[in-house]
Every structure is written in C-alpha cells, then in structure tokens.
C-alpha cells in the first residue's frame, strides 16, 4: 500500500501558478504510474495527467497541455504538478493518485488504486 498527501493548494488569480505535492509513504513509490486528478464542484472527477515510474513520460489532458507540468522525484517519494497560466476553470480539488498498472500511462480513475485527499485550487478572475 501507499499513503498519499497533496498540498500545496490555495487561491491564485488567473494566469498565475501554483505547484502542488505529493508526498507517498509506505511500500515502493517508484513502483508506480503516478497520476493527477480534480474535481470541480457537480463535476466528474476528470484526468489531468500522469507520469511513469522512472522514464519520465508523461500524458496530460488536452486542457491543460502546456500549461501544466507533472515531475517526480523518487528518492523523496514526491509527484509534482507545476500549473501555470491558470484559468478560472482550473479551480477544483485536485488529487493525486497512484496506479500498479505500469504498462501504460492511465486516465481512468478506476486505474488508480491509491488517492491522496486533495487539495483546493481556486483561480479568481
């Protein structure tokens, strides 16, 4: 298993940045597809992106493709999502996530077994 917690979270005005954390405890951080997820308010949790275990790949949601930037760093158990250029749709909980479904870089919520419990992020305009 693998504990998660974000933070990082806050209000920003548009097109400022933010960067969210996320710090995992427990077994083998580096054996998983990390990935970042947010929910609006009446919303679906919707993907953002993701990133695979040691390679670096990544895959982000066409929203926020080139704006947003996802890293990890495994020897300090770390996922990162640099937003830039926020927007007020960008406000939501944002969670991270992480998936033992390695052979592939998932966007689907039920491909993550493992959720941290978010963070707020509120874009003004």
């Known amino acids: 298993q693998v504990q998660l917690v974000e933070s990082g979270g806050g209000l920003v005005q548009a097109g400022g940045s933010l960067r969210l954390s996320c710090a995992a405890s427990?077994?083998?951080?580096?054996?998983?597809?990390m990935g970042w997820f947010r929910q609006a308010p009446g919303k679906e949790r919707e993907f953002v992106g993701a990133?695979?275990?040691?390679?670096?790949?990544?895959l982000y949601a066409d929203s926020v493709k080139g704006r947003f930037t996802i890293s990890r760093d495994n020897a300090k158990n770390t996922v990162y999502l640099q937003m830039n250029s926020l927007k007020p749709e960008d406000t939501a909980v944002y969670y991270c996530?992480?998936?033992?479904?390695?052979?592939?870089?998932?966007?689907?919520?039920?491909?993550?077994?493992?959720w941290g419990q978010g963070t707020q992020v509120t874009v003004s305009s």
């Open positions: 996530a992480a998936s033992p479904v390695t052979f592939r870089l998932g966007a689907r919520p039920s491909e993550y077994a493992y």
């Open positions: 427990g077994r083998a951080f580096s054996s998983y597809v």
């Open positions: 990133i695979s275990r040691n390679d670096g790949g990544t």
